[in-house]
């Protein structure tokens, strides 16, 4: 099951009463937001994307158009605070020889399961 974290309450709240698991099993954030919680993601979105190139922002658009696409992700919402390229950052990164350290566990870790 894949849920989206801006979404999360509604999501799960779904999937629990689907499987019959309202009463039985409680799903949480671990680390919840209060309102400035939009504007903080915001401010970090736009410090990093600032960080990039268009093209290269374009470039990981392509390679994750999957995520971008079953989340409902604009692109213009991410291209709009990279840079032109004027020799000051590459167009293109290749990634290809860099190994993925995350795992499952990390996956999950904003995600706390426990008993009502």
Do not use: C
């Amino acid at each position: 099951v894949i849920v989206k974290m801006e979404t999360f309450n509604r999501d799960t709240d779904f999937i629990l009463s689907q499987r019959d698991l309202s009463g039985v099993v409680s799903l949480t954030k671990k680390h919840s937001s209060n309102g400035n919680q939009k504007k903080k993601v915001n401010n970090l979105t736009e410090s990093l994307f600032s960080q990039l190139s268009k093209n290269m922002v374009k470039a990981l658009f392509e390679k994750y158009m999957i995520d971008f696409e079953m989340f409902e992700y604009d692109i213009s919402d991410y291209v709009k605070y990279a840079s032109e390229s004027k020799g000051i950052m590459p167009d293109v990164m290749d990634i290809s020889d860099i190994e993925s350290e995350a795992t499952e566990e990390d996956a999950f870790n904003d995600v706390n399961i426990s008993e009502p």
